[in-house]
C-alpha cells in the first residue's frame, strides 16, 4: 500500500459533513499526513445569472466569498487540532473541483461526505461523491452523513 502523506478533505462546512472531517483527521494523524480542506462554491448557472445584473453579480460574488472565507476560518479553528493542514476555497462544479484539486496537490486520499437526496434529484444528476468516486485516480473515502 501507498503511504498516504495528503489528504484532501472536501466539505460543505456544514455539521452534516462532520462524520466525514472525523474520518479525515484520525487518518491524518494516524498517518502523520497534511490535511488539505477543500470548499466549493458551486457557480449560478448562466440561466440564473442572466437575472442577475452584472453588477450586483460581482458584489453577491465578493459577499459569497467574504462568506465562505469566514465559515472556513470558524470550521478550522472550532475543528482542527494536532493536525498539520492547510486550505483551499474554489468556485466551480464541486466534483470537478474536488477531482482538480487532488491531482494538483498530489493528494494520496480523497475523504467526502456523502448526504441522502432526493430519488429523483439522485437520478437525474447523482452526488458529488459518486462523481468523484467514479472519476478518481486515487482512493476515495465516503462517509455517509449521520
Known amino acids: 500500500m501507498k503511504p498516504i502523506k495528503k489528504i484532501l478533505y472536501g466539505t460543505d462546512l456544514t455539521e452534516r459533513s462532520e462524520p466525514a472531517f472525523r474520518y479525515a483527521e484520525t487518518l491524518a494523524k494516524l498517518a502523520d499526513a497534511e490535511l488539505h ?7 449560478l448557472a448562466d440561466r440564473r445569472r442572466s ?48 477531482l482538480q484539486c487532488a491531482r494538483q496537490i498530489k493528494a494520496d486520499l480523497i475523504v467526502i461526505g456523502t448526504h441522502s437526496q432526493m430519488a429523483l434529484e439522485h437520478v437525474l444528476v447523482g452526488s458529488t461523491a459518486e462523481r468523484v468516486v467514479r472519476r478518481s485516480e486515487i482512493p476515495v473515502l465516503t462517509v455517509r452523513a449521520s
Do not use: D, S, W
Not at 467574504?66 to 478550522?76: D, P, R, S
Open 51 to 98: 437575472y442577475i445584473p452584472a453588477e450586483h453579480f460581482e458584489l453577491l460574488e465578493k459577499e459569497v466569498e467574504i462568506h465562505a472565507v469566514k465559515e472556513m476560518e470558524e470550521f478550522c479553528r472550532k475543528n482542527i487540532k494536532g493536525v498539520r493542514y492547510t486550505t483551499e476555497i474554489a468556485v466551480g462544479i464541486p466534483f470537478q473541483q474536488i
Open 37 to 43: 480542506v477543500l470548499h466549493v462554491v458551486g457557480e
